[in-house]
């Protein structure tokens, strides 16, 4: 159980930076339905994302650029109905807000009033500036996200660790900046080295939120599907599993098939 989860009734991105003032590491996971929300907010987890890896965790698909904003605003507002707690941050899908910052604007108002979500997040750097400044003038929390940015895997052709080099760890922090600069509220770093994540963190004054990006930030970002150990063909260095549900849920349904098979279940205490 979190320990700071007692002090603040809600979690505003207020409370994100004053967390950060204090040294208190934000917890944040992902969520995509009612179920789960609610267990992860009972929970105390701080930051509930509602990812576009629900494109991958929950429809399958190999990236995350097929989703809709019309299935974002499903999975976001199924875990609103969920939340008491938490701070609840919602991607802006693949080709929402990359074509101009009005295109950005109508989306972000879109999912706002739609879901009952707190704030959007979005992939980029300093071309995506002017877009979170016009979201921001309609008062919508932006969260950016800078390193590994899978909205764009066709242009890295791969998913492997980012901003190694030192051009791109300059144009990284450069960037980063950029984002604090615009009026971003806190900023997720996926997958770059440590040290890289660490300078960021101390740079700016926003909260940092890393997933693959070491213990020098402020917080730290999963995907809950990974970290329950539901999905097992994924393994990066830096998951870190907490259970192993894949193993745990599968001998569940086998044993529910067993027992249907052999009319076990139900018994005289399961029936009318
Ligand atoms: O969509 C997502 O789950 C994310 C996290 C990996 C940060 O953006």
Redesign the pocket.
């Known amino acids: 159980m979190s320990t700071a989860k007692k002090e603040f009734k809600k979690v505003t991105t207020n409370v994100l930076q004053e967390m950060k003032r204090s040294g208190e590491k934000i917890s944040m996971l992902?969520a995509y339905d009612y179920t789960m929300a609610q267990i992860l907010d009972h929970a105390g987890v701080d930051v509930l994302?509602v990812?576009?890896?629900a494109s991958n965790v929950m429809a399958g698909h190999e990236t995350?650029l097929p989703i809709t904003l019309d299935q974002m605003i499903y999975h976001a507002s199924s875990v609103v109905r969920a939340i008491d707690r938490a701070l609840i941050v919602v991607?802006l899908p693949f080709g929402s807000y990359q074509g101009n910052s009005k295109e950005a604007l109508n989306s972000a108002i879109k999912i706002m009033k739609e879901s009952g979500a707190h704030a959007v997040?979005l992939e980029g750097g300093r071309e995506v500036k002017e877009s979170i400044e016009r979201i921001l003038t309609a008062g919508i929390p932006v969260m950016g996200?800078l390193g590994l940015t899978?909205q764009s895997i066709y242009k890295f052709g791969t998913y492997t660790v980012r901003a190694k080099e030192e051009d791109e760890a300059k144009r990284l922090l450069e960037d980063a900046h950029v984002l604090e600069k615009s009026g971003c509220f806190a900023l997720?770093l996926?997958k770059i080295p440590a040290s890289l994540a660490e300078t960021v963190a101390k740079e700016l004054l926003i909260p940092v939120i890393g997933?693959g990006a070491g213990n020098g930030v402020d917080g730290q970002?999963l995907?809950t599907h990974d970290m329950l150990g539901m999905t097992n063909e994924f393994n990066p260095r830096f998951l870190r599993r907490y259970l192993n549900l894949y193993d745990s849920m599968s001998a569940a349904f086998q044993q529910y098939v067993k027992d249907v098979k052999s009319r076990d279940f139900p018994n005289d205490n399961e029936q009318y």
Do not use: N, Q, R, W
């Open positions: 992902t994302l990812g576009d890896s995350t991607d997040k996200h899978p997720v996926e997933i970002v995907v």
